[in-house]
């Protein structure tokens, strides 16, 4: 919790330091990378820092949790942190890397509020920060210390590469080693580090879209103006060696006999097809509803292995929603003002941003308490911010 020194000083610099982050950030950022360049070839995404995402979560993040200190004393926000924490540890973030975080973000600080900065104001804020890095490196230790390796990437090699749906591909990979590997739990991600053609290395975290455990299927949408679908899409081949990290994510399909409502939109359909998958391989008895937005039938990625998996299950039901129009499809987008949703169900959700933040809304007004909506986004966390 924030000392009784603290406190006061941040709740009265809260709204200022509020207004001026998503400008603190950019500065900061310029000055790491100055810095420290090496950090762009493995670890920070080049195509986030082009769009400013980065900037948005990063401002999002240290917002959310200093806001959280003032409203709600003596507690953390485990929901943000612990969302936080997993993309860390799926990127290798270490404990050293925050000193040099908190080294370039206070002097990005100082810049931008040299007229109204005081000793008291930086050292008020440097306990935020710390209280958030401590946080995050005590949860990052355990998730590395739960893995079954001492590993950050391992190689595995591309055993077969197939198209899913128009402008998207299924990898499926296999161990190109003999590397420990650390089983998956449904709806987890790993990252996927590539070379691309300038040989700048970039990683990208991917839904694992097949059976959970100890295998390892990601499906990805082709991203014309981005990095690193194109190469994987277009340059990488079977046989082709890939480094991956161990699985993570905290959004995985919590145990219990209650009914699940998963809910997507185009390649956010990924994860909720790997929980999916794993209740029809265990032969659950839950009652399942299923939920799926499309632009097309032809676009939905992995049309084929979620239809079949809901045939699998007595208890499964499945609603499509197309903005091209089908038979035994809904026209437009998905709302769940037209569905029957079942009580005391936990709603999974993944797709575009303001599709999870309209569907969030409308299950929330249905009666779906906050606390079982479970939600993955693809790239920075800029729900945060916004």
Same mark, same amino acid.
């Given at each position: 919790m924030?000392s009784?020194?603290?406190?006061?000083?941040?709740?009265?610099?809260l709204? !200022?330091?509020?207004?001026?982050?998503?400008d603190?950030?950019?500065?900061?950022?310029a000055r790491?990378?100055a810095a420290?360049?090496e950090?762009?070839?493995g670890?920070f995404s080049r195509?986030?820092?082009r769009?400013g995402?980065q900037?948005q979560?990063?401002?999002?993040?240290? $917002?959310a949790?200093?806001?959280?200190?003032?409203?709600?004393p003596g507690?953390l926000?485990?929901?943000?942190l612990?969302?936080?924490?997993h993309r860390?540890a799926s990127?290798g973030? #270490?404990?050293p890397?925050?000193q040099?975080?908190?080294?370039h973000l206070?002097?990005?600080?100082?810049e931008d509020? $040299?007229e109204?900065? #005081?000793?008291e104001?930086?050292?008020?804020? #440097?306990?935020v920060?710390?209280l958030m %890095?401590?946080a995050?490196?005590?949860?990052?230790?355990?998730?590395y210390?739960?893995q079954a390796?001492?590993?950050? @990437?391992?190689p595995?090699?591309v055993?077969?590469?197939?198209p899913?749906?128009t402008?998207?591909?299924?990898?499926?990979l296999?161990?190109a080693d003999d590397?420990p590997?650390?089983p998956a739990?449904?709806?987890q991600?790993?990252?996927?580090k590539?070379?691309l053609?300038?040989?700048?290395?970039?990683?990208?975290q991917y839904s694992l879209?097949?059976?959970?455990?100890?295998g390892?299927t990601?499906?990805?949408?082709?991203?014309?103006?981005?990095?690193?679908s194109?190469v994987?899409?277009h340059?990488?081949?079977?046989?082709?060696?890939l480094?991956?990290?161990?699985p993570?994510?905290?959004i995985?399909l919590?145990?219990g006999?209650?009914?699940?409502?998963?809910?997507? %939109?185009?390649i956010g359909?990924?994860p909720? $097809?790997s929980i999916?998958?794993?209740?029809?391989?265990?032969?659950?008895?839950?009652?399942?509803?299923?939920l799926?937005?499309e632009s097309?039938?032809d676009s @939905?990625?992995?049309?084929?292995q979620?239809?079949?998996?809901?045939e699998r299950l007595?208890?499964?039901?499945?609603?499509?929603? !197309?903005e091209?129009? $089908?038979?035994?499809a809904?026209?437009?987008?998905m709302?769940?003002?037209?569905v029957?949703?079942p009580?005391?169900a936990s709603l999974?959700?993944?797709?575009?941003?303001?599709f999870?933040?309209n569907?969030?809304?409308?299950?929330?007004n249905a009666?779906?308490? %906050? #606390?079982?909506?479970?939600?993955e986004?693809?790239?920075?966390?800029i729900?945060?911010a916004?």
């Open positions: 924030l009784d020194k603290s406190f006061p000083v941040i709740e009265a610099t709204p !200022l330091v509020g207004s001026r982050i998503g603190i950030t950019p500065k900061f950022y790491l990378f420290h360049p950090l762009l070839d670890l195509s986030n820092q769009s995402d900037q979560a990063l401002a999002g993040s240290i $917002a949790f200093a806001s959280h200190l003032v409203n709600n507690t926000p485990e929901t943000v612990s969302r936080i924490a860390h990127l973030i #270490t404990e890397q925050y040099v975080v908190y080294e206070f002097a990005a600080i100082a509020l $040299a109204v900065i #005081t000793p104001i930086a050292e008020a804020w #440097t306990e920060y710390w %890095a401590d995050l490196i005590k949860l990052e230790k355990g998730l210390a739960a390796n001492g590993r950050m @990437w391992s595995w090699r055993a077969a590469k197939s899913a749906g402008g998207s591909m299924t990898f499926t296999e161990p590397t590997i650390t739990l449904p709806g991600y790993v990252s996927v590539v070379t053609p300038d040989g700048l290395r970039q990683v990208r879209s097949g059976a959970a455990g100890t390892r990601f499906t990805t949408k082709l991203d014309d103006g981005g990095e690193v194109p994987l899409h340059s990488v081949k079977v046989g082709d060696v480094d991956i990290s161990n993570y994510g905290e995985t919590k145990e006999d209650g009914p699940v409502v998963l809910a997507s %939109a185009g359909c990924t909720t $097809a999916l998958r794993s209740l029809a391989e265990s032969g659950s008895d839950r009652q399942v509803l299923v799926h937005a097309s039938l @939905w990625a992995l049309r084929g979620m239809t079949d998996d809901v007595e208890g499964a039901d499945l609603q499509l929603w !197309l091209q129009p $089908a038979a035994g809904k026209a437009g987008f709302s769940l003002r037209e029957d949703l009580a005391n999974y959700l993944c797709g575009p941003l303001p999870m933040k569907i969030r809304n409308e299950a929330i009666g779906i308490p %906050a #606390t079982k909506i479970h939600y986004v693809f790239g920075p966390d729900w945060l916004s």
